[in-house]
């Protein structure tokens, strides 16, 4: 789950990372009546992706009357195929420096990873691949968390040593706001110095971890209802679902197999419309739902579907592709290949219902995109 | 020989009074493991598939001497299992669960390290020494017993080899899943030291995927010259799309480890034969037993 | 710093243990409004000591006017020296049996520890006595907390497990509670099970670590003013002081000098009236403040000062007590022995004041014994 | 030969700048300690008393090679200063200040346990062996050198042995002041072990107080007929009433563990011979070793 920009602000307000103040407006009205109450301010795109400001979402405003007309141009823009719906208007900053401060999990030490330079702003991914050095990281002991002392010689290593008295409860604050909401990702970037010597969150990024999503019911994050339309659905249906830009809609379960089944409709020279995940354990309703929605995409030309039965049921799988393939009165191609725990029961249920199920991966791919270049059922 | 588990293993099931659990309890059973206990908090004293059943895996051990746990329980009661498990003393940890928080399962893992305690998993199909015992849902009927290791980080693929590998006449030793999160228990790395120093273990199969960078690690720290035994590798999602990163954060980290050219290329450095499709990964494996393998039925 | 019964329970149900609904009343009538609302109550006089139940301070009242009567009783009461001024008036419960729960730390394992019995009330030390086996007990890992696992194993061995569902989380709400406040002690005893199968906390016990208190300025404890009024201003002074019954005022410096010389005392043939510790580097105005609270004290014949300098200086020592000997007045046997850092100094400074310290901490002991006896300066 | 800390001891002191730590870092030099470093975070770069003074523990030791840390740190901050001595890999800590929060004190001392480090204290007066090296509060001019070794929980009491010893001409290996806390680092039992293993150690005087049972742990674990050397104790607070006790849980934990009478007759069971006065202590060790106290004067 993501958040929008004021959306993270007001998170770090309360757990007492400090932010600009600021208003949300809806219209160029409201970001008027904002900058009066509070003087100068930027007026800021709210949307759920990095960029806005390159494409123009950002403008400063010293007035309620730039504020109205600056709104005006952001509010109805779009970035990034988000329409702006929202803006931030916060009190401009006197930024005299930009630090980076970051949290996310590092998969290779398998801990959590406190990220800290001196020289943040928009060009951070730069500054990691060019000048290495300038990063500094820190590796919590995730029961423990970022002790006082580990978190000063991380500041001290990142040359921020004078700031150590403001940064350093800063850090553990961040931390324990992660952990807090499961965030993925926790950024503040940039991390503003400002001109009395005070530090800002001036921007922040938030996206919390999916599995643990039970323990944070009442949350709600960025409307994405925005966003591709079937993707937006797949996310209603819990799958997991990217868009790719081919015509074989492709379902499995388990993420290796469906991206080596990817490879495999390239290899036969199709392209992808998707990549969806049944994962482990599917039952038949999860499949009619999964087949459901690759019926609905205007892109698709053919479906196939493939299944290794381990923790997921041949039979169970069978049912779902008959009852979604009957109730949609399926007109698309549909290539099965089924194998795996119940193979036995789940194929004889296909082939009686009149679908043939290939004999391998490969022979399924081939067949699939043979199917959808030629328009045959 | 083999490796983690065997005909010797004495295997508990946290979960097993469950669906999941009951469902391949039975299917373990019947593939000849030994199930010698399960574990339900309040349900202990009952009695499920002639397993009996405790409320502790303290207890369950005390009268059982289990020493391989297997576990289906839900996602947010998984990782408190696993570190259940190896504070009781159980010397392999095998967890099924999908979708376990990320930071419940780093402090699972910090967990079970400092317990000096093997855990494969989480989201991960499990072990199956053919014709032994397996702990986990790999289907009971793909195995045929013989001198190939698989390792994998993707369940259904592993699958998909093991069937390739049978129907082509290749046994296997065991076959190892260890899941496809993004913390886990052992690594490559780990699975393939146990391989390089199992007797009966002639070749291995690793079965990679985008992401992390665990394959790199594997191929600079094991494989190479040392190994001693022929490694086949295989990497999926070539095609796939860079997919989500974790905002700048994971790109910082992450830099340019964890793609499909790095992989193969490091596979490749290390003296692995890496193959396209699952069909070159079965011929490739038969080969380097001296097996032809469109006809090498036993 | 201790809590009164109902403030602990405060703490407890904003931790989400569950305790009975209850009002605190100051007068017979305030609890008679309070049954009116909350039907029959346990009438309970707030005092920071136990055994107020043996005392009578405990009334059950199923109408108003028997509340008032109880009330009347109970307010007025003087229990083990606290005259009670508050009743804590609460939904009488139908209790079908006890539990004990309680949180220590448990200096030989240098660990926190949960402690849960099956056989709780008023009667647990006996019960650790005669049947340890009834105790079960856990040492969380201090950086861990209890994880549900070790407290699910915890319940069952006391025998608990048809609780589990309901005792987990209290338990790890209560460990929570517990850390949140640096409790020395936390504890619910009896934790009753009522005839509706609910658990809820019939009394509480939470006792803060002093030495944590600058984490918690905020925080307001039993006004403990009503005990011994050279207590509780020694108290107020931030002195370490315990009443004894002798009659030989005793200062030092450090707990295991400050004990040893009450040895050497009544070796000597007297008896302490005080153990009083100025503790490491006190500075001439604790010393100061320490002598003007034994002067301050009928009881005391004589006053042994005894200060063996490491951190705690001996000039530093010397300006205290010639300051406040002079400031007091003081008519009473002062013996002083000094020795350690800066002792040539401190000497000296006394010297110069007229007061000779002695040469040994036993001679001093003997000294000060007889001039108290004698009456002499 | 000593224990713990010797004319090789390469001694930090963290919070040297603050008014105590100078202070005795003073006194520390004076008696001739190796002080190679001081630790104030944003102080880095400085130098006060002719040592130099760094932003953290990690720093300082790469530059110094210090093995040895004395902690003079408000008591809020203590606990944190001792994990980082413990994280920079310092290999004796010891922690002088009084009235560190206990559940800090709990994690700091799993957080050392688990590095592997020494820890002395905190609520203590530290170390010192005798014309050799001193870290921490004990004044300089009381201690003489000689073959008794002392381990205390009290910290004035201690000066009182050393003094009433050095007084009669009875010198010290190395006095050690354990602290008086709840939650200690080294206990009687590691330190009795460490005299036990010194050459130049003859006779131990331990100096207990009521509260506890470290004392009896010692007597039953490490003294008896195997510790090969006289020991002298002492146990203070006869007298001294019950106190406070933490509700039913302590008087739980503790049972009859703790008191006075308990401890002497511990000490007793194990062979140690039990004193009533400082006095009678100081005449035990010099006949220990067949010094008449009174004449010793070397």
Redesign the interface.
């Given at each position: 789950m993501k958040f929008l920009e004021y959306q993270v602000k007001e998170r770090f307000k309360a757990a007492g990372i400090p932010v600009p103040d600021g208003r949300l407006a809806r219209t160029p009205d409201e970001a008027a009546l904002a900058a009066g109450a509070l003087g100068p301010v930027a007026v800021k795109a709210q949307v759920p992706v990095g960029g806005r400001g390159k494409a123009g979402g950002i403008k400063l405003a010293r007035t309620p009357m730039d504020a109205k007309r600056a709104a005006g141009e952001i509010l109805g823009m779009t970035i990034k195929g988000y329409p702006v719906r929202e803006v931030w208007c916060e009190t401009a900053q006197e930024i005299t420096h930009e630090l980076y401060l970051g949290l996310t999990l590092d998969r290779d030490a398998r801990k959590p990873v406190l990220i800290l330079s001196a020289q943040g702003g928009m060009e951070i991914e730069e500054v990691a691949e060019h000048h290495p050095e300038a990063i500094a990281k820190l590796h919590p002991d995730p029961w423990r968390g970022p002790l006082p002392f580990e978190v000063r010689d991380l500041i001290f290593r990142a040359g921020l040593g004078p700031l150590q008295a403001q940064l350093g409860p800063l850090i553990i604050k961040l931390y324990a706001l992660a952990r807090t909401y499961d965030a993925l990702t926790l950024e503040v970037n940039p991390l503003a110095l400002t001109r009395d010597g005070g530090l800002v969150a001036a921007d922040g990024k938030l996206e919390i971890d999916e599995n643990a999503m039970f323990r944070h019911k009442d949350l709600h994050g960025a409307d994405e209802s925005d966003e591709d339309p079937i993707e937006a659905e797949a996310k209603r249906r819990k799958l997991t679902y990217v868009r790719l830009d081919g015509s074989i809609g492709v379902i499995g379960n388990g993420a290796g197999l469906v991206m080596n089944t990817l490879d495999l409709v390239q290899r036969e020279g199709g392209r992808a419309a998707n990549f969806l995940d049944i994962g482990g354990g599917a039952k038949a309703e999860v499949v009619h739902s999964a087949l459901e929605l690759l019926a609905s995409d205007p892109q698709v030309k053919g479906i196939l579907i493939n299944i290794f039965g381990g923790i997921t049921r041949g039979d169970e799988v069978a049912h779902g592709i008959i009852d979604a393939a009957r109730e949609l009165n399926l007109k698309l191609p549909l290539v099965v290949r089924m194998t795996g725990t119940r193979e036995e029961e789940g194929r004889r249920l296909l082939q009686e219902a009149g679908i043939t199920p290939e004999a391998s991966a490969t022979a399924a791919a081939r067949k699939v995109v043979e199917l959808a270049a030629t328009g045959q059922r | 020989m083999s490796i983690l588990v065997s005909r010797a293993s004495r295997v508990l099931v946290q979960g097993l009074t469950g669906r999941?659990g009951s469902f391949?309890t039975e299917?373990m059973k019947s593939y000849g493991t030994n199930v010698v206990a399960g574990v339900s908090?309040?349900k202990?004293g009952t009695t499920q598939l002639g397993v009996p059943i405790y409320?502790?895996?303290?207890?369950a051990r005390r009268d059982t001497r289990a020493d391989v746990s297997g576990i289906f329980v839900p996602?947010?009661?998984a990782a408190?299992?696993i570190?259940?498990a190896a504070?009781a003393g159980i010397g392999l940890i095998v967890c099924?669960t999908?979708?376990?928080?990320?930071?419940?399962m780093?402090?699972a893992?910090?967990?079970v390290e400092d317990a000096g305690v093997r855990l494969i998993g989480p989201?991960c199909?499990g072990i199956v020494t053919a014709d032994e015992a397996k702990v986990?849902?790999?289907?009971n009927h793909?195995n045929r017993a013989g001198s190939v290791g698989i390792v994998?980080?993707?369940?259904?693929?592993?699958?998909?080899v093991i069937?390739g590998l049978s129907q082509a006449g290749v046994g296997q030793t065991t076959s190892v899943g260890i899941g496809?999160d993004?913390?886990?228990g052992l690594s490559f790395k780990e699975v393939l030291a146990l391989f390089k120093a199992d007797g009966a273990t002639r070749a291995v199969i690793l079965?990679g995927?985008?992401?992390?960078?665990?394959e790199e690690?594997a191929a600079e720290e094991v494989l190479g010259p040392g190994f001693g035994k022929p490694v086949i590798g295989f990497i999926?999602?070539?095609?796939?799309?860079p997919?989500?990163r974790?905002?700048?954060?994971?790109?910082?980290?992450?830099?340019n480890?964890g793609t499909a050219t790095s992989k193969v290329q490091a596979l490749q450095r290390a003296g692995a034969q890496v193959c396209?499709?699952?069909?070159e990964v079965v011929a490739a494996a038969g080969a380097a037993l001296g097996q032809p393998s469109s006809a090498a039925h036993r």
């Open positions: - | 999941e391949h299917q908090p309040g202990g409320d502790t895996v303290v207890d996602a947010p009661f408190d299992a570190m259940e504070a099924i999908e979708g376990i928080p990320l930071y419940d780093v402090r893992r910090a967990f989201n199909p986990g849902i790999i289907p793909i994998s980080r993707s369940g259904t693929l592993t699958y998909e069937q496809g993004p913390i886990l079965i995927e985008i992401g992390g960078s665990d690690a999926s999602g070539r095609t796939a799309p997919g989500k974790m905002g700048h954060a994971g790109a910082i980290i992450s830099g480890m396209d499709t699952i069909e």
